[in-house]
């Protein structure tokens, strides 16, 4: 089966981008490249590769936005990645003190899970996901 290993991020300002996913998410951004700069986003709390595969989730990247300027109101042309998070309202919470934006509000995906949609300071619609089998 094919699973997504890797997802990126493009941002009009980088150091504005990782700001807002840092103090969110609490994410780490190392440089992986000089030229063109890029940096990794470490979602994890695995300090190696090896004991990365055993902690569930996906590691990325942040890049200088390598297309036009993000346009307000246009169609996603992107893959939306969705954070899964523990509490959806503490979350939702540091999103807005952070600079980002509600895109779809929270509601249920009955006996599932709690989900909403946000944009980040750079325009980019993200997803946060609070698994609840008592929502509805």
């Known amino acids: 089966m094919n699973r997504v290993v890797h ?9 504005r ?13 190392p440089v992986w490249m000089k030229e063109p700069l890029y ?3 470490m979602t994890g709390s695995a300090s190696s590769p ?5 902690e569930p989730g996906i590691n990325g990247g942040l890049l200088a936005r390598q297309g036009g300027k ?10 939306v990645c969705t954070v899964q998070v523990d509490s959806y309202d503490k979350t939702h ?3 807005l003190a952070a ?9 249920a995906i009955t006996g599932i899970a709690w989900q909403g949609y946000y944009k980040d ?14 929502a509805k």
Do not use: C, R
Not at 50 to 54: D, G, L, R, T
């Open 7 to 15: 997802f990126e991020i493009q941002a009009d300002n980088p150091v």
């Open 17 to 29: 981008a990782m700001k807002f996913y840092k103090s969110v998410f609490g994410w780490e951004f």
């Open 39 to 41: 940096y990794g986003v």
């Open 50 to 54: 090896q004991a990365a595969e055993k």
């Open 70 to 79: 993000h346009v307000e109101n246009a169609a996603v042309n992107a893959y």
């Open 93 to 95: 919470d540091k999103i």
């Open 99 to 107: 600079g980002g934006t509600v895109a779809l509000p929270k509601h």
């Open 121 to 134: 300071t750079e325009g980019n619609i993200f997803g946060i996901h609070q698994p609840d089998k008592k």
